[in-house]
T-cell receptor
Framework: QKEVEQNSGPLSVPEGAIASLNCTYS??????FFWYRQYSGKSPELIMF????GDKEDGRFTAQLNKASQYVSLLIRDSQPSDSATYLC??????????????FGKGTKLSVKP | GAVVSQHPSWVICKSGTSVKIECRSL??????MFWYRQFPKQSLMLMAT?????????EQGVEKDKFLINHASLTLSTLTVTSAHPEDSSFYIC?????????????FGPGTRLTVT
């Protein structure tokens, strides 16, 4: 059973702080990793993807991937109340060339306090 | 780019009736679309993968005769919930891949909230 695990939270951080969201996955052959943000009652919105080990930065967001540890994280710098949402980690199911099926974690609820 | 729409955004129907939900890729051609269901406070669960011009691939435990999927064009997939029951009440979300944009990221529609009374 391929799994993606996330701490359900809620994770509460003060405004301006760094929020760190973590995700582990079970299938060592996974190739692509995604972070989606989902506001309550809305559908998920893709915010970051990462394919290679290391860090990938986009504005206030940094995704970190460590394939050896089967671990992917999302850092949000200078957190804002508008960042309060559930963050879903998603992992592509191999093999490459598949239809891009993703397995989603259950999500971490982030609350940024003003 | 990569905009996906869904219609309707919400629907209320009576038990035993059928409901059709449309998913459209607005600015790209999607050979593959996905249908998810999300119950309150739970994660997304993939129901089926919809391929243009061929039969959908259903996930284990999803009844293909109850959830009819048609992907007749490169920009439109439909999900029909037949003989709906109150336990089918959920948030149904479609997503699509833009094959020109990368290996596997998916873009989600805004979702359809179905309530069966």
């Amino acid at each position: 059973q391929k799994e993606v695990e996330q701490n359900s939270g809620p994770l509460s951080v003060p405004e301006g702080a760094i929020a760190s969201l973590n995700c582990t996955y079970s299938d060592r052959g996974s190739q692509s990793f995604f972070w989606y943000r989902q506001y309550s009652g809305k559908s998920p919105e893709l915010i970051m993807f990462i394919y290679s080990n290391g860090d990938k930065e986009d504005g206030r967001f940094t995704a970190q991937l460590n394939k050896a540890s089967q671990y992917v994280s999302l850092l949000i710098r200078d957190s804002q109340p508008s960042d309060s949402a559930t963050y879903l980690c998603a992992v592509n199911i191999p093999p490459l060339g598949s239809q891009g099926n993703l397995i989603f974690g259950k999500g971490t609820k982030l609350s940024v306090k003003p | 780019g990569a905009v996906v729409s869904q219609h309707p955004s919400w629907v209320i129907c009576k038990s035993g009736t059928s409901v059709k939900i449309e998913c459209r890729s607005l600015d790209f051609q999607a050979t593959t679309m996905f249908w998810y269901r999300q119950f309150p406070k739970q994660s997304l669960m993939l129901m089926a993968t919809s391929n243009e011009g061929s039969k959908a691939t259903y996930e284990q435990g999803v009844e293909k005769d109850k959830f009819l999927i048609n992907h007749a064009s490169l920009t439109l997939s439909t999900l029909t919930v037949t003989s709906a029951h109150p336990e089918d009440s959920s948030f149904y979300i479609c997503s699509a891949r833009d094959p020109t944009q990368g290996a596997s990221e998916q873009y989600f529609g805004p979702g359809t909230r179905l309530t069966v009374t």
